[in-house]
């Protein structure tokens, strides 16, 4: 049986079909999983992604032009690309993240990117694609990583920022996909305004104009000059921590959402006061569920702690392979 | 334990002091005096429960789970952290509550944990009914509660903050000067409700009469703000490299404690025969250090006479303990601290030279004109047996702790030879999954011409930033050649300059020296491997500080 969908220098590469899903390099066509920085690059002639992930993805490649005349494909609607049949299935990851199935000669291949299981109000839930083969991510490989749920964690951030009301809270956060989870999951517990860094805003409006419930908004730079910001929850991209950005804001609380949270030694590493445990990536138990769900006999691992998942697949009985990928294993936005 | 660990989790989530007090106020005006009194003593080291080790713990859960071993050793491995890493396989694994957002379920407080429920677990001689009430232990409380039980039973609870901070927090809440606190809680060793009563007590408590004044400490000169010397507003005296301590004569009775609060008295008892003289109600603060007929010997000398109960004949005639007097505290009977350094010289001289005994010393007052010459007789420090020099102010008080501006210490620049990176092994905390404990080489020439070979000498932790860790990290990561268990050994390469306090022969490194407070001074990029000092210039030295000695 010839491999449906191969690792080449420029990325993962469907010889049947002739198209890369994801590349590093693009060049031809390629499939876009979701609108990561790290999964959609530009460079390629010819994309084709989700419906529901179209316009982010247009947004996120705004100075390419054949990134704008990219093809949306609504979710479960079989195409053919030369000798594959390629079809979108939500992959749970962010607004639009889709697992790509591809089927040639009967032998069908899920290539996952990046996904998640736990219930999140801002993106459509992971389907579970029967194959022949599985490629998944394996960026929380690890068991103490386990998520509580998003309503659990978003009580949390609501305690945390209602704590102190004198001081600002700003929470940071990625820009697309955990600032509309945070927004989505707090809509059902507040009805205040959140403010957001500009790198959040454009974003978040599309996930607004896709249908998505969310807190009220205002970017920060609206925001009058001497507003007294006390009070308030703030979202940022990491990047803005202790960058001149936060210099309006008078003594914030401040802290980090992210799944490495779940690790002390990580949270003051990276010197935040407080972390809350907010990933959109599978944890430990979210991977062995989907693996084993799926009903692929192979299983290809990507990036993270692969070495790991590989022992405890293959003592079940699997057959694990790994690519070597240029995907980050850091949750990034 | 729920307001425990949340008082943890608020001491955890912040570097500010104000918040730290804050949190602690608090934690004291909700909980019991049973559960304060733990609180206290947990917080500031004084007391733990250790009835497991990390090991024990580990084994305990692989019992009771029959998890992979190895899986276990990578979760560690990633955490850094046995206590941490059960607590979140406590919850992948379902021993855990799980958190919902309006349950609250009954209880145990601290101190029911700390007094009754694992010194109870402690006691049972079966392991598999240890683990047995663990997991039941575990099944009723959340991750994060897990985890400071966790810490609690294997006796390494720590958390950032320190004992000064608590006795701030204590103050202020009960309204008690910060000293009265300092002073009362030297003496508790016990937990218990009526000693927390003792603690916050408004009125005077009389004192246990064994008890030291809490100790003074300096600051760094070369941090000063205020860059004027004046040498009349000051007392310079050597900084000896013994151990400090405080000698006080009460009801008749001398007590030796060290500067880690310690009662030493036992373990110098030529010391204690020594200051039987001393007048009632004295207290004085000065440096232990080994003396043989009149001379200061080395640290290492006076380290055979440490953390010993009770010292042999032998040991008392070939290390007879000695005493520098800096300072006296108590006098006739009356807290003298209050009082000018100057005043407080005076007491001290009228006591120590009634003793007349060769034993016991009063350090020296250095007289010089300016700065430059305070440069000039700290560079001789190591010539008197001293680390450095000590500056006070005449007018200073004796203070709690460390507080700026009136005491300085001088320390002489640290002896230091350029060594060879070759081994690293994995930190653990803050430092988990970054290779930061390195071991160091010098080379060894051959005498009959041969190849010259790396000999190991030391291994440091400390002295690089969070950037050069990282990338020296990502360095070791790429250039390993070959792993034993968590040590990599590593192509040698780096060199780094490597500081330390002195110098003696020792089986435990290759080298056959040792180095004490070995530290990174700085990386060495600016130097080859073939660079690097060699194990004959440490020898030479070792050599120096013998004739010194």
Known sequence: ?333 | MKAFVKLFEDLDSTTSTLEKVSALKLYFSKTSHSDSMWAVLLLTGKLSKRVLTSRNLRDLFLIATKYPEWLLEECASQVGDTAETLSLLAQSLNLSRTFSIHSSSEEFNLSQWMDLRIPELAVIDDQEEQARILISWWKTLLSSEIFILNKLMTGAFRVGVSEKLVIRALSEHFEIPSDQVAHRLIGIKKAGAENFTKLISKDFVEVSFSQPYPFCLAHSFSDRTNLDFKPEDWCIEWKYDGIRAQVIKRNQQVWIWSRGEEDITAGFPDLAEAFKDLPEGSVIDGEILVLKNGEIQLFQDLQKRLGRKKPSAAILKTHPAGFVGYDCLEFNGVDRRQESLRARRDYLKKIISNLSLSQIKISEEQTVTGLDQLESLRSEARNHQAEGLMIKGWDSIYTVGRKTGSWWKHKVDPLSLDAVLLYAQAGTGRRANLYTDYTFALWDNDPDGGDKKLVTFAKAYSGLDQNEINKLDHWIRRNTKEKFGPVRSLEPEHVFEIAFEGISKSDRHKSGIAVRFPRILRWRHDKKVEDADTLQTALALLKSQEILS
Not at chain 1, 125 to 153: H, K, M, N
Not at chain 1, 247 to 271: C, D, H, I, L
Not at chain 1, 290 to 308: F, N, S
């Open chain 1, 1 to 333: 049986m010839k491999d449906v969908i191969v690792l080449s220098k420029n990325g993962l590469y469907c010889p049947a079909g002739d198209f890369y899903i994801d590349p590093w390099k693009p060049i031809e066509t390629s499939f876009i999983t979701h609108a990561h920085s790290d999964h959609a690059r530009s460079g390629a002639q010819k994309y084709y992604t989700s419906l529901r992930g179209l316009s982010l993805f247009k947004h996120r490649l705004k100075g390419y032009a054949n990134a704008q005349d990219a093809v949306g494909v609504p979710f479960g609607k079989k195409i053919k690309i030369n000798e594959a049949w390629v079809s979108f299935h939500s992959a749970g990851h962010i607004l639009g993240s889709a697992q790509l199935r591809v089927e040639v000669k009967n032998k069908v291949w899920v290539a996952s990117g990046d996904y998640k299981r736990t219930p999140d109000p801002s993106c459509d839930p992971f389907e579970v694609v029967r194959c022949d083969a599985f490629i998944s991510e394996a960026t929380f490989a690890l068991p103490i990583y386990q998520w509580e749920s998003g309503e659990v964690t978003a009580q949390k951030i609501k305690d945390w920022w209602h704590s102190d009301r004198s001081r600002p809270s700003i929470l940071f956060c990625y820009s697309l996909g955990k600032a509309q989870r945070v927004l989505a999951e707090l809509k059902k517990i507040s009805d205040e305004t959140v403010y957001l860094h500009g790198a959040a805003v454009g974003l978040t409006d599309i996930y607004r104009a896709e249908g998505i419930d969310m807190l009220q908004t205002l970017p920060v730079s609206e925001v009058p000059k001497d507003f007294d910001f006390a009070g308030c929850l703030i979202l940022a991209p990491p990047s803005a921590h202790r960058s001149s950005w936060m210099k309006r804001f008078k003594e914030p609380q401040t802290a980090f959402g992210s799944g490495w949270m779940q690790v002390r030694g990580a949270r003051r590493r990276g010197g935040y006061e407080k972390g809350f445990i907010l990933s959109d990536h599978a944890d430990w138990n979210e991977l062995i569920q989907t693996i084993d769900e799926t009903g692929a006999q192979k299983i290809i691992l990507t990036h993270g702690r692969e070495d790991v998942l590989a022992r405890v697949l293959r003592e079940k009985g699997l057959e694990v392979a790994h690519f070597t990928t240029e995907y980050s294993d850091e949750e990034i936005g």
